[in-house]
């Protein structure tokens, strides 16, 4: 099974049990919005830590029925997000979601070594993106949390990344490794690692997945730009997950997905103890809910 649009996640996620949300600094409109809707749909069972007189104020400004959700007040950011980091670190959360807060500060908070997440496994960040001109939701990683990975880590990427999409349902999802060309280019270091990790895929060295690479964005994603190339590979043309070769091209591929080509997205932080929503503050109310889904997915 693939994705066709990010709406499929609700037949996912719909009818299993719900999942504990934990929800750091609330006081957050498009959050709590996100937050209340997957609450009405059975999804998830929230906590809203963070400011509970703003929190109050935002559900009642916007007409969000909030009787019998948990609050629990910490007005200070900081503290907000410890308070939700150790509340899914002593077991008390399934999934914990970003609300008022920096990416970075949520992340230090994450990575602590006495009381964090981690789990051994590199954390990495996961996105699903619906683009009309695409036949299938295609997922691209990592935009958003390593800066510069090296070849073990873009493993560790892809490993947390196909993880994912089997819980989502895919059976051997197609990875492209992108580089700026197709061929390999000594000077090029993301061409040297795709060939690598390929090579690495084809003697199960990397399992449950097929990698190609180095492909060019064209590539990866078009059949005519492949065969234009005269390139045979079972990955171009019908890519499941774009492998990034740093957050620089991450971020900016991201951006302009969602600003030019008007695409959807759901993302998620995999590789923690819990999946963790972690979409940025500019994201819209949608976003925020479908990235509620892929964490209740990932959770599974
Ligand atoms: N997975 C597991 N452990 C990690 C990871 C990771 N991805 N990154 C760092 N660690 C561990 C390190 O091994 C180390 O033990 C500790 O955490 C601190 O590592 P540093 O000093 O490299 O990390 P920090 O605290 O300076 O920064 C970690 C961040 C995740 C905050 C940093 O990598 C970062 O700023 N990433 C980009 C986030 C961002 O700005 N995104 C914006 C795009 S929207």
Wanted: hydrophobic content about 45%.
């Amino acid at each position: 099974m693939v994705l066709k649009t990010l709406s499929d996640l609700k037949g996912i996620v719909a009818g299993g049990p719900r999942k504990k949300l934990i929800v750091a600094a609330a006081q957050d409109q498009h959050s709590l919005g996100a937050v209340i809707r997957a609450w009405q749909d059975s999804i998830v069972e929230p906590i809203l830590v963070g400011d509970q007189e703003n929190i109050r104020n935002i559900c009642a400004a916007n007409n969000y029925n909030i009787d019998g959700l948990t609050i629990i007040n910490e007005p200070d950011t900081e503290a907000a997000v410890q308070t939700s980091v150790k509340m899914v670190s002593n077991r008390q959360g399934d999934i914990l979601m970003k609300g008022k807060v920096g990416t970075s500060s949520l992340l230090k908070s994450v990575l602590n070594k006495e009381w964090g997440l981690r789990t051994g496994n590199l954390l990495s960040h996961f996105a699903l993106f619906e683009v009309e001109t695409y036949p299938k939701v295609i997922a691209v990683t990592d935009v958003a949390m390593n800066i510069a990975p090296n070849l073990q880590d873009k493993i560790a990427i892809i490993n947390n990344s196909v993880s994912c999409l089997i819980k989502l349902g895919y059976r051997m999802p197609k990875v492209a490794v992108l580089g700026a060309v197709e061929m390999v280019n000594e000077n090029m270091e993301a061409t040297l690692d795709a060939a690598l990790l390929s090579k690495m895929n084809q003697r199960d060295q990397i399992k449950n997945c097929i990698i190609d690479g180095p492909l060019a964005f064209d590539n990866a994603v078009s059949y005519e730009s492949a065969q234009h190339k005269g390139i045979r590979s079972e990955v171009a043309g019908d890519t499941d997950l774009l492998l990034m070769p740093d957050i620089e091209v991450g971020n900016v591929l991201y951006k302009s997905l969602v600003f030019f080509a008007k695409a959807k997205v759901a993302s998620v932080i995999l590789g923690a103890r819990v999946p963790i929503v972690l979409t940025s503050r500019s994201d819209s109310e949608q976003a925020k809910y479908d990235s509620i889904l892929l964490s209740a997915a990932a959770s599974k």
